[in-house]
C-alpha cells in the first residue's frame, strides 16, 4: 500500500513538473521569437527585406505554413504585399476579403475553419491552387494606433490559432509598426533622393549631344567594375550617384566653349579643365547625409591620373579614392566608344588598347584588370543604353559566358573561325553597327 502511494506521489510531481517544464518551455520560445525578431528588424530599412524577415519569423513562432504582411496603401486606398510565400505583388482594394474587413474595422479575425466562413474568399484560394483551412488575420497599428497593414497566417499545422498564438502576434505587430512605418519613409526619401540626383545628371547630359546619355552610361558602367571587384553595395550606391555627378561642373563651363568642335584654344581647355572642381564645389552646397558625404570628393577626382599628373589637385596613387579610380577608367572608355554622329566606334581592341597603354600612368591597373572581366552582356547592355531593348535576348544569353578579356582574346587568335568567330561576331553585331 505505501508502495502505491509513494508510486501517485511520484507521478503527480511528475506530471506537475511536465507541465511547468513546458510552460517555461513555451514561454522561452516566445521570449526567444521576439528577441529575434526585434534583432532582425531593427537595423533593417529596406522594405522589401523587411517584409521578407517578418513574414518568415511570424510563420515559423506561430507555427503556420504562410504569412503575409499586407501594407495599407492611404492614397489609393489599397492593400499590398510585395512578398508573400510562394506569390508575387499582390494589391487590392482596402475593404475586400478578411484582410480588408480587419483593416477598415480594427477586428482580430480568428478563423478555425476558413470555408465555413462567409467573409473569407475561396476564389484566392482557386486561382492560387493553394488550400486555407485556418486563418489568423491581424491588424497592425502604429503609435497613433492607426491601422497601417494587416498580418494574416495561414493553416497552423497543429490545428487551429489560439489566444496565445494572438497575444504573440499582437506583440510582434507593436514591435514591427514602428520599423515598417520608418522602412516606407525611408524608401519614399530615397526615391525623392534618386530622381533629384538622375534629374541633375539628365541636365548635364542634355547640354552637350555629343555626350548625350554620358552620365548615365558611366554610372552603369562604375557599377559593373564595382561588381567585379566585390565592393560593398553601400560603397556602390555612393559610387553610382559620384558617377551620375562627376561631370556637373561643366553646368559652370560657357555653353560656346563645351560645346565646340573644333580644336581648343589653351585657354578654352584650361576653362574646361576647371569641371571637376566646379563639381566639387556645386556638390558641397547639397547638403548629403552622413552615408554620402564623399560624394563631392569622388566625383571631384574623376580627371586625377595615378602618376599625378592629372587635375584638379594632381593626387596620385591612392591618394586618389579608388571610386574615383574607377571612374577614370569607366570615364575614358565610354569617350572612347560613345556613338559620335557619322563615325562609327573606335574599333574595340583599339579602345582597349588606349586603356592599356595608359594604364599604371593614368589608370589603375586593378580597376582597368576589373574593367576586363565585365560579361561582354553587360558591356553591351551599357554602350546601347537607350535601345537595349532591341538586343536579342539569345545574343545576350550567350555573351553572357564571355567577358572583355575572352573577348580579346578570341580577337587575336582567330575571329574568323570556331568559338571565337561566334563571340567576336556577336559582340560586333552590336558594337559595330553603323551610326548616321
Ligand atoms: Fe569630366
Ligand atoms: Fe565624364
Same mark, same amino acid.
Given at each position: 500500500?505505501?508502495?502505491?502511494?509513494?508510486?501517485?506521489?511520484?507521478?503527480?510531481?511528475?506530471?506537475?513538473?511536465?507541465?511547468?517544464?513546458?510552460?517555461?518551455?513555451?514561454?522561452?520560445?516566445? +521570449?526567444?521569437?521576439?528577441? &529575434?525578431?526585434?534583432?532582425?528588424?531593427?537595423?533593417?530599412?529596406?522594405?522589401?527585406?523587411?517584409?521578407?524577415?517578418?513574414? %518568415? /519569423?511570424?510563420?515559423?513562432?506561430?507555427?503556420?505554413?504562410?504569412?503575409?504582411?499586407?501594407?495599407?496603401?492611404?492614397?489609393?486606398?489599397?492593400?499590398?504585399?510585395?512578398?508573400?510565400?510562394? /506569390?508575387?505583388?499582390?494589391?487590392?482594394?482596402?475593404?475586400?476579403?478578411?484582410?480588408?474587413?480587419? =483593416?477598415?474595422?480594427?477586428?482580430?479575425? &480568428? *478563423?478555425?475553419?476558413?470555408?465555413?466562413?462567409?467573409?473569407? &474568399?475561396?476564389?484566392?484560394?482557386?486561382?492560387?491552387?493553394?488550400?486555407?483551412?485556418?486563418?489568423?488575420?491581424?491588424?497592425?497599428?502604429?503609435? +497613433?494606433?492607426?491601422?497601417?497593414?494587416?498580418?494574416?497566417?495561414?493553416?497552423?499545422? !497543429?490545428?487551429?490559432?489560439?489566444?496565445?498564438?494572438?497575444?504573440?502576434?499582437?506583440?510582434?505587430?507593436?514591435?514591427?509598426?514602428?520599423?515598417? /512605418?520608418?522602412?516606407?519613409?525611408?524608401?519614399?526619401?530615397?526615391?525623392?533622393?534618386?530622381?533629384?540626383?538622375?534629374?541633375?545628371?539628365?541636365?548635364?547630359?542634355?547640354?552637350?549631344?555629343?555626350?548625350?546619355?554620358?552620365?548615365?552610361?558611366? $554610372?552603369?558602367?562604375?557599377? $559593373?567594375? =564595382?561588381?567585379?571587384?566585390?565592393?560593398?553595395?553601400?560603397?556602390?550606391?555612393? +559610387?553610382?550617384?559620384? =558617377?551620375?555627378?562627376? %561631370?556637373?561642373?561643366? *553646368?559652370?563651363?560657357?555653353?560656346?566653349?563645351?560645346?565646340?568642335?573644333?580644336?581648343?584654344?589653351?585657354?578654352?581647355?584650361?576653362?574646361?579643365?576647371?569641371?571637376?572642381?566646379?563639381?566639387?564645389?556645386?556638390?558641397?552646397?547639397?547638403?548629403?547625409?552622413?552615408?554620402?558625404?564623399?560624394?563631392?570628393?569622388?566625383?571631384?577626382?574623376?580627371?586625377?591620373?595615378? #602618376?599625378?599628373?592629372?587635375?584638379?589637385?594632381?593626387?596620385?596613387?591612392?591618394?586618389?579614392?579608388?571610386?574615383?579610380?574607377?571612374?577614370?577608367? $569607366?570615364?575614358?572608355?565610354? $569617350?572612347?566608344?560613345?556613338?559620335?554622329?557619322?563615325?562609327?566606334?573606335?574599333?574595340?581592341?583599339?579602345?582597349?588598347?588606349?586603356?592599356?597603354?595608359?594604364?599604371?600612368?593614368?589608370? %589603375?591597373?586593378?580597376?582597368?584588370?576589373?574593367?576586363?572581366?565585365?560579361?561582354?552582356?553587360?558591356?553591351?547592355?551599357?554602350?546601347?543604353?537607350?535601345?537595349? %531593348?532591341?538586343?536579342?535576348?539569345? #545574343?545576350?544569353?550567350?555573351?553572357?559566358?564571355?567577358?572583355? &578579356?575572352?573577348?580579346?582574346?578570341?580577337?587575336?587568335?582567330?575571329?574568323?573561325?570556331?568559338? !571565337?568567330?561566334?563571340? =567576336?561576331?556577336?559582340?560586333?553585331?552590336?558594337?559595330?553597327?553603323?551610326?548616321?
Amino acid at each position: 500500500m505505501k508502495v502505491k502511494e509513494q508510486d501517485t506521489i511520484d507521478s503527480y510531481s511528475q506530471s506537475q513538473i511536465t507541465t511547468k517544464l513546458k510552460f517555461y518551455q513555451e514561454e522561452h520560445r516566445r +521570449l526567444t521569437v521576439l528577441f &529575434n525578431i526585434t534583432r532582425n528588424i531593427s537595423t533593417e530599412l529596406k522594405l522589401d527585406k523587411l517584409l521578407r524577415i517578418l513574414m %518568415d /519569423e511570424v510563420k515559423r513562432a506561430l507555427k503556420a505554413d504562410r504569412c503575409t504582411v499586407f501594407l495599407l496603401d492611404k492614397h489609393r486606398n489599397e492593400l499590398w504585399s510585395k512578398v508573400a510565400h510562394g /506569390e508575387r505583388e499582390i494589391r487590392f482594394p482596402g475593404h475586400l476579403g478578411v484582410a480588408g474587413y480587419v =483593416a477598415t474595422t480594427g477586428h482580430i479575425l &480568428n *478563423i478555425p475553419d476558413a470555408y465555413a466562413d462567409p467573409r473569407f &474568399n475561396r476564389e484566392i484560394d482557386k486561382k492560387t491552387g493553394y488550400h486555407t483551412s485556418n486563418m489568423l488575420t491581424f491588424p497592425m497599428r502604429n503609435k +497613433l494606433g492607426e491601422i497601417i497593414g494587416v498580418f494574416q497566417v495561414l493553416n497552423k499545422y !497543429d490545428g487551429p490559432f489560439t489566444k496565445e498564438d494572438e497575444q504573440l502576434l499582437d506583440t510582434i505587430s507593436v514591435i514591427s509598426a514602428t520599423q515598417l /512605418e520608418n522602412a516606407q519613409l525611408y524608401e519614399e526619401q530615397k526615391k525623392t533622393f534618386d530622381s533629384f540626383i538622375e534629374t541633375l545628371a539628365s541636365t548635364i547630359d542634355a547640354r552637350d549631344p555629343l555626350t548625350a546619355g554620358h552620365s548615365h552610361r558611366i $554610372a552603369q558602367y562604375v557599377d $559593373a567594375i =564595382a561588381h567585379v571587384m566585390n565592393i560593398l553595395p553601400n560603397r556602390r550606391e555612393i +559610387l553610382r550617384y559620384a =558617377a551620375l555627378l562627376h %561631370d556637373y561642373g561643366k *553646368i559652370a563651363i560657357r555653353e560656346a566653349i563645351l560645346t565646340k568642335r573644333g580644336r581648343l584654344t589653351v585657354r578654352e581647355y584650361s576653362h574646361i579643365q576647371e569641371h571637376p572642381a566646379y563639381t566639387r564645389s556645386i556638390l558641397e552646397k547639397i547638403n548629403f547625409s552622413n552615408d554620402y558625404k564623399s560624394i563631392p570628393i569622388i566625383a571631384a577626382a574623376h580627371h586625377e591620373k595615378i #602618376d599625378g599628373t592629372g587635375y584638379p589637385k594632381g593626387l596620385s596613387g591612392n591618394d586618389i579614392p579608388l571610386e574615383a579610380r574607377i571612374l577614370a577608367v $569607366a570615364d575614358v572608355f565610354d $569617350a572612347l566608344t560613345s556613338k559620335r554622329h557619322y563615325r562609327d566606334r573606335m574599333e574595340f581592341d583599339k579602345v582597349i588598347d588606349i586603356l592599356d597603354r595608359d594604364t599604371s600612368t593614368h589608370f %589603375d591597373e586593378i580597376c582597368v584588370k576589373a574593367f576586363k572581366k565585365i560579361k561582354l552582356d553587360v558591356l553591351i547592355r551599357i554602350l546601347e543604353d537607350g535601345t537595349s %531593348d532591341l538586343l536579342d535576348k539569345k #545574343d545576350l544569353k550567350f555573351l553572357n559566358n564571355y567577358n572583355v &578579356n575572352q573577348l580579346l582574346e578570341a580577337l587575336k587568335r582567330h575571329p574568323r573561325r570556331g568559338e !571565337d568567330k561566334l563571340v =567576336a561576331g556577336t559582340f560586333n553585331k552590336y558594337y559595330n553597327k553603323a551610326y548616321s
